[in-house]
C-alpha cells in the first residue's frame, strides 16, 4: 500500500521570504500523480500544484515549486516570496494512475505553515 | 462551473443518534465522489468512495455508511454514533479522464457529546 509522510508538523517563515515543506512517498507504482493541497483556517481545501510522474519537469504555479525527484520518491513544495496569506495547513497527496483504485488519495499529515510579518 | 455543496456546515449530536450529512456536485457528469473525515485538523482519512450510482467501496470499517442515490448526490450515513466519530467531514469530487485532482466542499465538522 502508498503512504505519504510529512515529516515536518509545523515550519515557520519570515513574510517575503523562501520555504520548503518536504514530502516523501512510498509506492511500488512508476505511474501516479502528486499533489500539494492548502488548507487555511477556513478549512476549505484548495489545490496548489500537481505533478505528473512521467512528467521530468518540475511543476510550477506562479509563486509556488515543486521539487520532484521519482527516484528517491521526493516531492518537496517551495513558495518563493512568502505572504501572510500563504498561512494554512499543507498537505501533500498521492493518486495512483491504476484505474482500479477509485481515484483516490492518499494523504500525508499536512505541515503547519506560520508566517511572520 | 462545477460546484460542491455539503450540509449541514456544523452539527451536535448525542451520542447513539443518527447521522446523515448530504453532498451535492453541480456542473459535471458521473463523476467519482469521496468521503473523507479529518480529526484534530491533520491529515485526511479516506472513509469511502463511489464511481458510479449505487457503487460504493468502504476503506475503514466502522459504524458509518454511504450511499450514493443518485449521479451527483453522496450521503454519509451512521444508525448510532460514536464520540471517536467527531471530526471535520469532508466530500469531495473528481474524474478518471483528468485533471486528476480532486475538488473539495466547503466540509461539515460533526460534534458527538
Known amino acids: 500500500a502508498q503512504t505519504v509522510t510529512q515529516s515536518q508538523p509545523e515550519m515557520s517563515v519570515q513574510e517575503a521570504e523562501t520555504v520548503t515543506l518536504s514530502c516523501t512517498y512510498d509506492t511500488s507504482e512508476s505511474d501516479y500523480y502528486l499533489f500539494w493541497y492548502k488548507q487555511p483556517p477556513s478549512r476549505q481545501m484548495i489545490l496548489v500544484i500537481r505533478q505528473e510522474a512521467y512528467k521530468q519537469q518540475n511543476a510550477t504555479e506562479n509563486r509556488f515549486s515543486v521539487n520532484f525527484q521519482k527516484a528517491a520518491k521526493s516531492f518537496s513544495l517551495k513558495i518563493s516570496d512568502s505572504q501572510l496569506g500563504d498561512a494554512a495547513m499543507y498537505f501533500c497527496?498521492?493518486?495512483?494512475?491504476?484505474?482500479?483504485?477509485?481515484?483516490?488519495?492518499?494523504f500525508g499529515q499536512g505541515t503547519e505553515l506560520s508566517v511572520k510579518p | 462551473s462545477q460546484t460542491i455543496h455539503q450540509w449541514p456546515a456544523t452539527l451536535v449530536q448525542p451520542v447513539g443518534s443518527p447521522l446523515s450529512l448530504e453532498c451535492t456536485v453541480e456542473g459535471t457528469s458521473n463523476p467519482n465522489l469521496y468521503w473523507y473525515r479529518q480529526a484534530a485538523g491533520r491529515g485526511l482519512q479516506l472513509l469511502f468512495y463511489?464511481?458510479?450510482?449505487?457503487?460504493i467501496s468502504s476503506e475503514v470499517p466502522q459504524n458509518l455508511s454511504a450511499s450514493r442515490p443518485q449521479d451527483r448526490q453522496f450521503i454519509l450515513s451512521s444508525k448510532k454514533l460514536l464520540l471517536s466519530d467527531s471530526g471535520f467531514y469532508l466530500c469531495?469530487?473528481?474524474?478518471?479522464?483528468?485533471?486528476?485532482?480532486?475538488?473539495f466542499g466547503p466540509g461539515t465538522r460533526l460534534t458527538v457529546l
Open positions: 497527496a498521492y493518486r495512483s494512475a491504476l484505474d482500479n483504485q477509485g481515484g483516490k488519495l492518499i
Open positions: 463511489s464511481v458510479g450510482i449505487g457503487q
Open positions: 469531495a469530487w473528481g474524474v478518471e479522464g483528468g485533471p486528476y485532482e480532486q475538488f
